[in-house]
């Protein structure tokens, strides 16, 4: 079990240079000069700019400013934007709403996705079955932005309006936990569709499986069958697929905070990639893609906890 | 702890010669997109305490359905029973509820299947799958449970039980696999053991020990053994009893040595026929020409009329009944006479 | 004994000879004869169609006879009329004819993002999975590198690098594209892997056959089903993802039509005028719908197992 955590967390490694280089490297191919840009139609003191340039390494090659990059990142350091402001100060309370919201939608695609996949395995061939099956298709066909707009229309508003109660407050983050309700939902969605499809599949399967049958030939009641022999072994994928999710819900939420007004994340990369605050960019993917990648550490060695097959490899 | 229903039932003690076990004219079918397969088609056997019946048939016979209806563990729907009984100490099996057939399930019946790789629970220990047996059953705790895991496996020879008690089944051979099966299976002391093609998927030698273990198991707790397979090599020392089955039906059943000595139906002479002997050195092998009927297409008169070199023209209209040749025997062909003698062909 | 979900074990037994009506057939023909007789394809495939028809020939739909770029603002946000079916928008364009007109970039997006991802992951996967070793090992940290990227964020950043003025529907696909390659390499790289070790392969080496013929006749025919499979599935997220992109304004771009931008432009008023946001985004569903169902139904065709 120790090698094998080892060896998992030494194979995120490369990925993670790669990864983070790329997006470095996308970024500062941004054609013109950051600084003109920045200065917009005002003509640049040359000594200032040359200032600039040495500060921020402008003039070095890509892989050398890489490097630093790298040195101030593993230091805790995601640099100062051309305007002085550092860049973790940016970051401040953007990475929680972002967090919330998504933690907030795997809460839903757990519960809920999990739950329609249960059922309609069990009931399998059943109008339930089919009538779940049919949910997903729709569930899955109706992208967030549609989603977000319809339900923030039809929850939010007219629901306030016919009732006079604002059970979900359709902008913004100032109601705590209520705020992230109905956007939490909207970017579950599709994962919830997902997740239940998976779940269905899953425990199909795991219920034709050999062992199942020998459980039951076992005389084992058929609670203790379905609990034990045969969700343990389908829980492997669903556990793959929610921890897989955590980082997609991450980097895909900026369409949902832009429709619900949330200040997180995925905006603030917006507006930076339309300043030109490039460190800001970088340092946003960069961290995406470390919680991407952790997600799926976790992700493989809850996989070795729950398979025994993997583990003893 | 046996099920007080049973044990009571009127009839076991009016019939008092009723046997331990007894399949009465069982039908099974299966709705499939096709069409009715009909899988099993009026099968009858008994075994009794101590007894061992070997079921012979190639693969699509209604051998293993057979079995699967005696545990209770078919898929319904597709499956249906339309016709039939299956009577264990006199009840028939078929009548009880669910609750009462649970309480027969793994405890009095028990069964062992082809595979014991996939058949065992990839993520739990085979300690934690025997002791099973022992806490949802008999109520035991995990560390009694455990004790008596290490016992059974013990039984079944599993070399260092004790410290192999907590390994997963990956970690075992095929054959110590199919120990832990058989282990499991007889950890309840069940009345009756079904083997599902228990050797099918080992090497020849393990396959001779794990059927001298079974007979060995049998002896001891005087069990009533059902041996389902598909190879007649297996049968010969431990079966008292042959049942031969054909496209859902039994064709011929006898004591063991009387079948192999003086086959009473063609198939069963078909089957003798094509095991290899080494006197037989340098002659072409026998085998029976054709391929298995097709379940949902099933051939007229004597299903196996197609295949039968003694084939005559009454065997394409007229379906054969069970011919009783003596007590103990019976076969399906209009000219058992004639197999028997030798002077069919 | 009625509890079919636990005792679901014993699995029929199989006819021994196939029925005669349905001939013994490839993959492919089953698949074709499953899709013919299901209803979820058809509907879809129907759908499908006439979306398709729409987006090449928008002019045939636009029977009102307003044209997408004749506005007038005194016209704005006008519910539904004879003369405008599905009302004004802000600017008081008929939101009938920009929506049929919108149609073209969604298709568009959506077919070519998902041939150029299933080719050139397809062609990947299948020489990382075939030729292994220092091929696989480099392809597959490649790819691993690139997935890492969660995909809207990266399309982002690489629209943004590409730039406004040059923004459309070529550097949507190209932003999408890139990012979406690694999941096909992985999937054909698995199944290319699995077909390499079947006996068929094994023989066909046997008997001397070069790589290339291996590789073409025995592989690729056996490993290309997942990757239609998902190939379909993705092109709806390509649709998807060209109207989030459009509406976070680094998509296409005005005066071109896309639902994504329309419904952007109709997001400031949308509490009050909720219809020129209501049928782009209706269309929008609909199109990916059609799209899943094609989906859903080449999968059961091609992974008859999950049935």
């Known amino acids: 079990m120790g090698r094998y955590v080892i060896r998992r967390l030494l194979q995120a490694i490369p990925v993670l240079l790669g990864t983070t280089f790329l997006i470095f490297a996308i970024v500062y191919a941004l054609p013109g000069d950051p600084l003109q840009a920045l200065a917009g139609e005002k003509r640049v003191d040359p000594v200032f700019a040359a200032t600039l340039r040495e500060q921020f390494h402008l003039n070095e090659p890509l892989i050398v400013r890489y490097g630093y990059y790298l040195r101030d990142i593993v230091s805790g350091n995601f640099g100062t934007t051309f305007r002085g402001l550092p860049v973790s100060t940016i970051f401040e309370g953007k990475f929680q709403v972002t967090f919330k919201l998504s933690i907030t939608a795997l809460i839903f695609e757990a519960i809920i996705g999990v739950g329609l996949g249960l059922w309609a395995a069990l009931r399998r061939g059943r109008w339930e079955d089919k009538g779940i099956l049919a949910i997903t298709l729709l569930m899955v066909s109706v992208p967030t932005l549609v989603s977000g707009f319809v339900l923030q229309l039809v929850l939010g508003v007219k629901l306030k309006q016919s009732t006079g109660i604002d059970f979900f407050p359709v902008a913004g983050v100032q109601d705590g936990v209520r705020s992230y309700l109905l956007p939490g939902f909207v970017l579950a969605m599709v994962s919830i569709a ?91 993917v960069t961290v995406l893609v470390l919680i991407y990648i952790l997600a799926n550490l976790v992700v493989d060695l809850l996989y070795a906890v729950l398979d025994p097959r993997i583990r003893y490899e | 702890m046996k099920n007080p229903s049973i044990d009571t039932h009127p009839l076991a003690d009016e019939v008092g010669h009723e046997p331990l076990l007894a399949v009465d004219n069982l039908h099974v079918e299966f709705v499939t997109r096709q069409g009715i397969v009909r899988a099993v088609n009026g099968v009858s056997y ?66 062992i299947f082809q595979d014991a790789l996939s058949a065992l629970n990839p993520v739990f220990t085979v300690g934690w799958q025997i002791s099973e047996m022992f806490r949802v059953h008999r109520g035991m705790s995990k560390r009694d449970g455990m004790k008596k895991a290490i016992e059974l496996m013990d039984r079944v020879r599993i070399p260092a039980a004790k410290q192999r008690v907590n390994d997963y089944p990956h970690q075992f051979s095929g054959g110590m696999r199919q120990r832990i099966m058989i282990a499991m299976s ?152 004639e197999v028997l003698d030798g002077t069919l062909g | 004994m009625s509890n079919d979900t636990l005792s679901a074990t014993a699995p029929a037994p199989q006819p021994a000879k196939p029925v005669k009506e349905k001939k013994p057939a490839s993959l492919w023909s089953d698949a074709w004869y499953d899709l013919r007789r299901n209803p979820v394809f058809i509907i879809g495939g129907i759908m499908l169609g006439l979306l398709v028809i729409i987006s090449a020939f928008p002019g045939l739909f636009d029977t009102v006879g307003v044209e997408p770029s004749t506005c007038s603002l005194a016209q704005a946000r006008k519910g539904i009329s004879a003369e405008h079916w599905f009302g004004t928008d802000n600017l008081g364009c008929d939101v009938y004819s920009r929506v049929i007109h919108g149609a073209k970039v969604s298709i568009i997006v959506g077919i070519v993002s998902a041939v150029v991802t299933g080719l050139v992951g397809g062609a990947l996967g299948l020489l990382a999975g075939f030729f292994g070793r220092w091929v696989d090992v480099l392809l597959s940290r490649v790819a691993e590198i690139f997935f890492a990227i969660p995909s809207i964020l990266g399309a982002l950043l690489i629209l943004a690098v590409i730039g406004r003025d040059n923004a459309g529907i070529a550097s949507v696909v190209l932003a999408l594209s890139l990012l979406a390659w690694p999941m096909i390499l992985r999937i054909m790289r698995a199944s290319v892997i699995t077909a390499k070790h079947q006996d068929y392969v094994m023989a066909a080496r046997a008997l001397g056959a070069g790589p290339g013929r291996i590789m073409m006749r025995h592989i690729l025919p056996n490993a290309v089903a997942p990757v239609i499979v998902v190939s379909t599935i993705n092109l709806g997220a390509f649709i998807a993802a060209e109207a989030a992109l459009s509406f976070l304004g680094v998509g296409i771009q005005s005066p071109q039509i896309s639902w994504g931008l329309m419904i952007a432009d109709a997001r400031n008023r949308f509490l009050e005028a909720p219809l020129p946001l209501l049928f782009p985004a209706l269309f929008l569903s609909l199109t990916i719908l059609s799209v899943v169902m094609l989906g859903d139904a080449v999968r059961d065709a091609l992974d008859p197992k999950l049935r």
């Open chain 2, 186 to 337: 007889i950890a309840l002391d069940p009345e009756v053991l079904i083997a599902d093609e228990p050797t099918t998927a080992l090497d020849v030698t393990v396959q001779a020990q794990i059927m001298e273990l079974l007979a060995e198991l049998q002896r001891e707790s005087n069990m009533g053994l059902i041996l389902i397979t598909h190879d007649l090599g297996v049968v010969a020392d431990v079966a008292d009893k042959i049942a031969v089955m054909y496209a859902g039906r039994i064709v011929e059943h006898a004591p063991v040595h009387d079948l192999y000595k003086t086959p009473a139906h063609p198939y069963s002479k078909g089957l003798l026929d094509s095991i290899p002997r080494v006197d037989q050195k340098g002659q072409e092998l026998y085998a029976i020409k054709g391929l298995p009927p097709n379940l949902l297409d099933m051939p007229s008169g004597c299903a196996f009329h197609p295949r039968c070199p003694y084939r005559r023209d009454n065997c394409v209209t007229d379906v054969p009944p069970l011919y009783e040749i003596s007590g103990t025997r019976g076969s399906a062909c209009h000219y058992y006479r």
């Open chain 1, 194 to 284: 997902y997740l239940t499809r998976l779940t269905r599949t899953s425990l199909m399967e795991t219920l034709r499986a050999d062992y199942v049958r020998t459980a039951v030939a076992k005389g084992m009641p058929r609670r203790r069958v379905l609990g034990r022999h045969a969700l343990r072994n389908s829980l492997i994928p669903m556990v793959t697929y929610l921890g897989a999710d955590l980082g997609t819900l991450m980097g895909g939420a900026v369409i949902t905070e832009t429709i619900f007004n949330l200040p997180g994340i995925g905006q603030q990369l917006f507006q930076s990639v339309y300043l030109r605050e490039n460190p800001v960019v970088v340092g946003i």
């Open chain 2, 46 to 111: 008994t075994v009794n305490a101590g007894e061992s019946l070997a079921v012979l048939g190639e693969s699509g016979s209604g051998k293993s359905v057979t079995a699967q209806a005696i545990m209770g563990i078919l898929d319904m729907p597709p499956a249906r029973i339309p016709k039939g009984e299956i009577r264990f100490r006199g009840t028939d099996m078929l009548k009880l509820s669910d609750q009462a057939r649970s309480q027969i399930r793994g405890q009095r019946i028990a069964m």
